[in-house]
């Protein structure tokens, strides 16, 4: 079974600065797929980024950007410049199979 | 930008009762799920639908749920004898390829009394 581990079940952080999410996870494929989802209050579902486990070179979208550690099973989220509509739960997620796997999300804070 | 409609928003039935949550997946997708979240516990898959049929499901996904495709837009789950632990939010998603990204719908608060 898949399993996608976050370990941070909230975090805070200040506005215009930046956090860093992290997300592990375990599979014994070698092709799939990774996401972040944003679920602000809302409770709404939106992509915020997406990587393929076969690209070496890291996404990037805007202010968004993941460490991928292919090896090590690790997709971090990097948001930049942090702004108060960043606030919500962020969510990573595995695809294969047809299938997604959620983690149980972070929440962040943005502090004026 | 196209999006996935899901009515109604917010669904409260008696236990026992049965209920139709109904989703428009964006029009030239052809995968389709729904997930379910209960309120402060992580995103969990349900069930995924491709060519007309049941591709994947979860342990969640018993004999109590169905899901259909009957007119060719509407993608509907089906609950046919709610239980309490059934509350939940409950969201439908479309994707055009395999792999792809999913688009979420903004979901069904299901409250079952």
């Known amino acids: 079974a898949q399993t996608v581990t976050q370990s941070q079940p909230e975090m805070s952080v200040q506005e215009a600065e930046t956090v860093t999410l992290s997300c592990t996870y375990d599979?014994?494929?070698?092709?799939?797929?990774l996401f972040w989802y944003k679920q602000p209050p809302s409770r709404q579902m939106i992509l915020v980024i997406r990587?393929?486990?076969?690209?070496?070179q890291n996404a990037t979208e805007n202010r968004f950007s993941v460490n991928f550690q292919k090896a090590a099973k690790s997709f971090s989220l990097k948001i930049s410049d942090s702004q108060l509509g960043d606030a919500a739960m962020y969510f990573c997620?595995?695809?294969?199979?047809?299938?997604?796997?959620f983690g149980s999300g972070t929440k962040l804070n943005v502090k004026p | 930008e196209p999006e996935v409609t899901q009515t109604p928003s917010h669904q409260v039935t008696q236990m026992g009762q049965e209920v139709i949550l109904r989703c428009v997946p964006i029009s030239n997708h052809l995968y389709f799920y729904w997930y379910r979240q209960i309120l402060g516990q992580k995103v969990e898959f349900l069930v995924s639908f491709y060519n007309n049929e049941i591709s994947e499901k979860s342990e969640i996904f018993d004999d109590q749920f169905s899901v259909e495709r009957p007119d060719g837009s509407n993608f509907t789950l089906k609950i046919r004898s709610t239980k309490l632990e059934d509350s939940a939010m409950y969201f439908c998603a479309s994707s055009d390829r395999s792999n792809e990204k999913l688009f979420f719908g903004s979901g069904t608060q299901l409250s079952v009394l």
């Open positions: 599979t014994s494929e070698s092709d799939y797929y």
């Open positions: 997620a595995v695809y294969n199979f047809n299938k997604f796997y």
């Open positions: 990587q393929e486990a076969y690209k070496q």
